[in-house]
């Protein structure tokens, strides 16, 4: 660990230094090209001159502070890069001899301390403390020096990211992370809602069963036949409630009506069975796929059944537009807030994410939660 | 019996305690989660405690740890664990705990009245009581060197029976034969599983299944 920061600072030292030897020439060049576009004839050289310089630069980037940026610019936009590469190299040109310096002052001040002379050449007896004071000063410039070597390396990347940009490997590699990352968290996701559906079959339907089984049992062990009757009863209302409880474990595993009608008749199913008033404002035309619709119905019926079951929500308004190739789900609840992001939530933003969509939480304590999903739907 | 019972599920809460009434028992507290469990027992040292697994605040094991708690603070009461399923790790932590006055049954083994209300009396007996689906898993457990396989189609039967915690008595009701048919049963059990002759079912049971799991 610390010796790989130690080699990556001496990596970044050997760049600055090439960076300030290719400065000197660069400023040459600035000038000189820049003359040269006076004459019509001179300035294809011109600008091939200067793609090959910045190319020169690029390489350079790469090679030291693992840089990358696109090829993909123009001569005169080349030369103008170079116009203001060459101050920033000349500045770390400037910050290195400034280090150097200080080395050589440092040497010789220790040189003095040690052979007993005074330090500085002065020709006044030392005080104690001169040396101290010395070395402290030092010290702030030597943090100085550093903090200019690493601004200069910084605003070299910046100027190189605004007049190149992100190459095509550099944006593929960040997709390619997003995508494993949103990967992991698609699996996670699944995980998750599996182990609902478990919890949901064990502590409802089963239990239910079991109590059901219960009641028959004491049925056929009652002495008298009123009782039995009475129980057999309680059991037959019992598995009328296993019935409702299991279409309703069914139902969130996966909402059948998705397929047959859309997102529309799922979503009013979603309204119609809260336990409170859900005014649905459904703006879609035609269908978009079947993906979208899925993600779009789990973000919905997850945010109303949070605003009912934490938030005490008395009221939850739903919409869904689109906009351009956005379709936007937007979920209000007047509850009481406070809701988390990384809670409950994770679930639904882990699912919008993998859809390469947008999800938002606003939830000040107190209420009103806002819960905005943007899905991209071609 | 003197019953103090956990379960967080207040439909099953219900429904057990008054079965339990039913058939005579004194239900002294029904509570819904292991730290109740744990203070309604040492308030009422009741004969036998039955408990749920999973139950708040994290719907995990915290009903076993009560009840292993319970077994090492009050060592006189009666264990009877629910399970959602069979659980060899948690069903081996009870087997493997000696003295009987335990048993581990499937929750679903609820709705089978009867034999839930049997395995609550051996229990609260001083014996034990393991579920037939448990002990199915375990004795599939033997895969090396398959000291079963020495046994005959009848000894196995008895043998599992005899897991379960029932007496000779028991399982030659069970089996319909003859109380000295399953004695001999039992003594070519033991010579051929290489156990020492205890006394008490309870000993047998644990003794058989803790060779069984080792």
């Known amino acids: ?378 | 019996m003197r019953v103090v019972l956990a379960e967080d599920s207040t439909l099953l809460r219900e429904g057990l305690v008054r079965l339990l009434a039913e058939e005579g028992h004194e239900v002294l507290a029904a509570v819904g989660d292991g730290d109740a469990l744990l203070s309604a027992t040492a308030a009422h040292r009741p004969d036998v405690i039955v408990t749920d697994v999973r139950m708040p605040p994290t719907h995990t094991d915290e009903g076993l740890r009560a009840a292993l708690e319970i077994r090492s603070r009050f060592p006189e009461v009666g264990v009877l664990v629910l399970s959602q399923y069979v659980e060899k790790r948690y069903a081996t932590e009870l087997i493997t705990d000696d003295g009987g006055r335990v048993g581990y049954l499937l929750k679903d083994r609820v709705a089978q009245v009867g034999e839930f209300l049997d395995a609550l009396d051996r229990v609260g007996a001083g014996g034990a009581a393991f579920d037939p689906e448990v002990v199915r898993r375990l004795l599939a457990r033997t895969t090396h060197s398959d000291p079963l396989g020495k046994l005959t189609a009848r000894e196995r039967e008895v043998l599992d029976l005899m897991a379960q915690g029932h007496t000779n008595a028991g399982i030659a009701g069970q089996l319909y034969v003859s109380l000295s048919a399953v004695e001999k049963h039992v003594n070519s059990i033991f010579d051929k599983l290489a156990l020492s002759h205890t006394s008490g079912y309870s000993r047998r049971v644990l003794a058989v299944l803790r060779y069984l799991g080792s």
Not at chain 1, 108 to 132: C, K, N, R, T
Not at chain 1, 136 to 146: D, E, P, S, T
Request: glycine share 12%.
């Open chain 1, 1 to 378: 660990m610390e010796l790989s920061w130690v080699r990556a600072a001496g990596r970044g030292t050997a760049g600055l230094a090439a960076g300030a030897v290719t400065a000197l020439a660069e400023s040459i060049y600035v000038v000189a090209g820049t003359l040269a576009l006076a004459l019509p004839p001179a300035r294809p050289g011109v600008y091939a001159g200067a793609r090959a310089l910045a190319e020169l630069e690029r390489r350079r980037l790469v090679r030291f502070f693992d840089a990358e940026n696109g090829d993909d610019y123009t001569g005169g936009r080349a030369l103008r890069y170079l116009g203001l590469r060459c101050v920033t190299g000349l500045l770390g040109a400037g910050v290195l001899l400034l280090i150097v310096y200080g080395a050589v002052s440092a040497i010789i001040m220790l040189g003095q301390i040690f052979s007993g002379g005074q330090v500085g050449g002065g020709s006044e007896p030392a005080d104690w403390y001169d040396s101290i004071t010395i070395f402290l000063f030092g010290l702030l410039l030597a943090f100085i020096a550093v903090q200019g070597l690493i601004s200069v390396a910084k605003l070299d990347q910046v100027l190189a990211n605004r007049f190149f940009g992100p190459s095509a490997q550099e944006l593929l590699r960040r997709r390619v992370s997003e995508l494993s990352i949103t990967r992991a968290e698609v699996v996670e996701a699944v995980n998750d809602e599996r182990r609902r559906i478990e919890r949901d079959l064990h502590d409802g339907v089963q239990q239910r069963l079991v109590a059901l089984g219960m009641l028959l049992g004491r049925a056929r062990r009652a002495g008298d036949a009123e009782r039995a009757a009475e129980l057999v009863r309680q059991a037959h209302e019992e598995s009328q409630q296993a019935l409702r409880d299991l279409r309703e474990v069914t139902w969130r595993v996966y909402p059948v009506a998705l397929d047959d009608g859309g997102l529309h008749p799922a979503l009013e199913a979603v309204a119609e069975s809260a336990g409170v008033p859900v005014h649905l404002d459904f703006g879609l035309g035609e269908r978009p796929s079947l993906a979208v619709e899925t993600v779009a119905y789990f973000v919905v019926s997850e945010a109303v059944t949070n605003a009912m079951k934490h938030a005490s929500a008395t009221r939850v308004d739903v919409s869904v537009h689109r906009t351009g190739t956005m379709l936007s789900v937007r979920i209000i609840d007047d509850g009481r807030g406070g809701a988390r992001p990384a809670g409950g939530l994770s679930g639904l933003a882990r699912r919008v994410a993998a859809a390469d969509g947008e999800f938002t939480v606003d939830s000040p304590v107190g209420g009103p939660t806002t819960i905005t999903a943007e899905l991209p739907c071609g």
